[in-house]
């Protein structure tokens, strides 16, 4: 069994900055990647940004240059720093991991997500 907590969360105004932390615990054998998405009410949940094992990252376009999303491997930690906040970045943001277990194969977890809210 695999868990993923964040952390961080909660209101910022607009131009500030703020960094959420996710942690992977449980039956880990290696963490192949990790990452934020987010979802506003109503809309479908939205790639913000991944992290390979190896270290390669991939950002949404509007994230870009504002956003460094960066991990611990050492720790199955995964972090996003949000710079540069817009009202539009609002949203319950989740973390996830793609995870080998020990004993089995990769699986993909969720975290149950944390607030930012970003006042203009």
């Known amino acids: 069994q695999v868990q993923l907590v964040e952390s961080g969360g909660g209101l910022v105004q607009a131009g500030g900055s703020l960094r959420l932390s996710c942690a992977a615990s449980?039956?880990?054998?290696?963490?192949?990647?990790m990452g934020w998405y987010r979802q506003a009410p109503g809309k479908q949940r939205e790639l913000v940004a991944l992290?390979?094992?190896?270290?390669?990252?991939n950002y949404e376009v509007s994230v870009k240059g504002r956003f460094t999303i960066s991990g611990d491997n050492a720790r199955n930690t995964v972090y996003l720093q949000m710079s540069s906040r817009k009202p539009e970045d609002t949203d319950v943001y989740y973390c996830?991991?793609?995870?080998?277990?020990?004993?089995?194969?990769?699986?993909?977890?969720w975290g149950r997500g944390t607030q930012v809210t970003v006042s203009s």
């Open positions: 996830y991991a793609d995870i080998r277990s020990r004993g089995s194969g990769s699986n993909s977890y």
């Open positions: 449980g039956s880990i054998f290696s963490t192949n990647v």
């Open positions: 992290m390979t094992s190896g270290g390669s990252t």
